[in-house]
């Protein structure tokens, strides 16, 4: 950890208690000047944290912060682990580390400067405040071999929030988390090589576990985070968990492929039997969703009938 972090994590500690706290206080822990705890307190509101001041009382923390215990982490992991206060992105670190990595191997952090969702599209990183995850692993028999590997992931998400008592949960094609009907986790898969011979994949996953309301008040579709819950998971315990299924599901997908979790994904599709409205392109399609085949392409009776879609860049809603 660096210098600037370790004081950054000292401030963060005094605050976490959800009361306020003097900035005189703060001083005097860090051995600093008052003016300079003002200094970082403005420097940790740019990572997205909710602080709040009131003359005479001090700082306060309004959403609470949930960290990894990164030497726990590293500690009973198997494989390699990375682990960052800072980074631009979990995932760009490990395609840029790709060939030095096995299968398996992952890297955590509590804050992503260009934390990236599917098309894109930015996802909202506030420091400490949710889980930003990414699994190298590689394939040896190319991208072929990874067909519906989305799915899966998001099989092994419902498997892990389900066991830390997330109720009411569900996945939404390709690869969506919702948390009684609203946007929970997402998924980013990217890789590197070729259709036919080997590739390296990384499994990007967000979780969102105390959302601060500014950042929520930026995403642009209903969100739900892991306060819903009646008891809080521990961040390093969600991890391992993660890391664990991960593992475990990823095995199986090699050697069975998507079929072994057809029936995870069917009992857990929140749009199974319902009316919705597919984009493909600048086209629309209406139709009755009847869940996925076996390649992990969308089944859409239509009024030409049942239609299969897969790949390119489609959207699902529900008409």
């Keep these: 950890m660096t210098t600037q972090w370790q004081r950054k994590r000292a401030i963060l500690t005094a605050l976490n208690s959800g009361e306020f706290v003097s900035g005189e206080h703060i001083a005097e822990i860090l051995g600093i000047s008052r003016a300079a705890v003002g200094k970082q307190i403005t420097a940790l509101s740019d990572y997205g944290l909710d602080i709040g001041s009131v003359k005479g009382r001090g700082y306060k923390l309004f959403s ?9 982490l590293v500690d009973a992991c198997h494989n390699r682990c990375f682990y960052f206060d800072e980074i631009d992105s979990t995932n760009a670190f490990l395609l840029q580390h790709g060939e030095e990595l096995q299968s398996g191997d992952i890297c955590v952090a509590e804050y992503q400067a260009a934390g990236r969702g599917r098309r894109g599209r930015k996802w909202q990183s506030p420091y400490g405040s949710h889980l930003y995850f990414s699994m190298h692993w590689h394939f040896t028999q190319g991208m072929a071999q990874t067909m519906g590997l989305s799915l899966v992931v998001a099989c092994s998400l419902v498997s892990v929030l389900a066991k830390f008592g997330a109720e009411n949960i ?10 009684d009907g609203r946007k929970l986790a997402g998924v980013l898969i990217e890789m590197s090589g070729t259709a036919d011979s080997g590739c390296n994949v990384v499994i990007g996953i967000g979780v969102n576990i105390a959302m601060p309301a500014a950042q929520g008040e930026l995403i642009d579709q209903p969100w739900s985070d892991l306060q819903q819950l009646n008891v809080m998971p521990n961040k390093t315990e969600l991890t391992l968990a993660l890391y664990q299924q991960l ?13 072994a979790f057809q029936s995870r994904w069917n009992a857990a599709d929140i749009y199974q039997g319902q009316q919705v409205n597919l984009q493909l392109g600048e086209q629309i399609i209406v139709g009755e969703y009847q869940g996925i085949d076996e390649q992990g392409g969308v089944l859409l009776a239509t009024a030409d009938g049942v239609k299969q879609f897969v790949g390119g860049e489609i959207t699902l809603r529900k008409a």
Excluded: C, H, M
């Design 64 to 72: 609470p912060l949930s960290l990894v215990d990164s030497a726990a």
């Design 170 to 179: 569900g996945v939404k094609w390709p690869n969506d988390i919702y948390l």
């Design 247 to 259: 593992l475990d599901d990823l095995r199986l997908f090699e050697t069975q492929g998507l079929s």
